[in-house]
């Protein structure tokens, strides 16, 4: 693992914490998008496909989530839109069972 790696995954961590500081649901969603694109370029220059998949979906769901605090409706059908797209990530890139744990 490279240095530049290892420092997208210091910032990560920091973004997690950061998290929690939140009082406002708008700045928490923020904060989880922010994480979600540092952890995506951690695991993606790490060679961590599997992981790099999960938190792009993840990315997605912040911005889904976003957009949903503006408008009234919801759909469930979003819900498993999301839970297809974590078990097929981990179709995709499939490099043996360890794939399964960052979908799971």
């Not at 790696?5 to 406002?24: E, H, M, P, R, T």
Request: charged share 10%; proline share 1%.
């Amino acid at each position: 693992m490279n240095w530049v790696s290892q420092l997208l995954g210091f910032a990560g961590i920091a973004a997690n914490v950061w998290i929690y500081q939140q009082k406002d649901r708008s700045k928490l969603l923020g904060c989880k998008l922010l994480s979600d694109v540092l952890w995506l370029l951690h695991y993606g220059t790490g060679g961590a496909y599997s992981a790099a998949a999960i938190a792009l979906i993840g990315i997605a769901r912040e911005l889904v989530f976003l957009h949903w605090a503006k408008h009234e409706t919801r759909s469930r059908a979003v819900l498993v839109l999301f839970l297809a797209a974590s078990a097929g990530s981990a179709a995709i890139t499939w490099r043996g069972a360890a794939s399964l744990l960052p979908a799971a």
